[in-house]
Nanobody, 113 residues
């Protein structure tokens, strides 16, 4: 069982990034998947999730800028981040919402002002 996040990087405020998370070892299409983020010196917080019926759910403060999607054929969940801000800086992780798996390494997002 594995979760591998990618797509992070350095971006200026106002820019965009698309994060990807490839899953393996379980029946991806049956699970609600989510993205979390952890800013420096802060706890990991939930950002968005998408259920097996492709219905998304967002942290209220992010819903106008982030878009979560999934491709079951590729066992992949995405997070499109638009108009990023410095407060979006952190390590981004994906996981199952229920029956959480061991966390992957995450992908670092750094937003400069």
């Amino acid at each position: 069982v594995q979760l591998v996040e990618s797509g992070g990087g350095w971006v200026r405020a106002g820019g965009s990034l698309r994060l990807s998370c490839v899953s393996s070892g379980f029946t991806f299409s049956e699970y609600t998947m989510g993205w979390w983020r952890q800013a420096p010196d802060n706890q990991r917080e939930w950002a968005a999730s998408i259920n097996p019926s492709f219905m998304p759910n967002y942290k209220a403060s992010l819903k106008d800028r982030f878009t979560i999607s999934r491709e079951n054929g590729n066992n992949t969940v995405y997070l499109q981040m638009d108009n990023v801000q410095p407060e979006d800086t952190g390590v981004y992780y994906c996981n199952r919402i229920y029956n959480r798996l061991p966390w992957g390494q995450g992908t670092q997002v750094t937003v400069s002002s």
